[in-house]
């Protein structure tokens, strides 16, 4: 079993910068894929990028793509999400999520481990 932590988040203007981390204990990171999902007020939890658990493979929603990019550092056992150009639509709390499969996968059902979240909040 793995516990997920992440941070990072806050309050920034439109057009600014974050950098979100999932740290994780317990099991070892480099034994999951992990995902990235955000949820707004009143919506529905959505999937914003995953990477596979060598890392070799990612993939963002369409709405990030070219804004925010997914890493991995499986020695500091922490995966991290870097969010440029913040738009408001981007406010947010943001979770991390862990599959113990290599492959990354989309849906939230197929990810049985996650963090309690960070708030992410862009202001216009």
Avoid at 63 to 84: C, G, W
């Amino acid at each position: 079993q793995v516990q997920l932590v992440e941070s990072g988040g806050g309050l920034v203007q439109a057009g600014g910068s974050l950098r979100l981390s999932c740290a994780a204990s317990g099991r070892t990171t480099s034994s999951y894929a992990i995902g990235w999902f955000r949820q707004a007020p009143g919506k529905e939890r959505e999937f914003v990028a995953a990477i596979s658990r060598s890392g070799d493979y990612t993939v963002q929603v369409d709405s990030v793509k070219d804004r925010f990019t997914i890493s991995r550092d499986n020695a500091k056992n922490t995966v991290y999400l870097e969010m440029n150009s913040l738009k408001p639509e981007d406010t947010a709390v943001y979770y991390c999520a862990a599959r113990n499969n290599p492959r990354y996968s989309m849906s939230l059902v197929n990810y049985a481990y996650w963090g309690q979240g960070t708030q992410v909040t862009v202001s216009s």
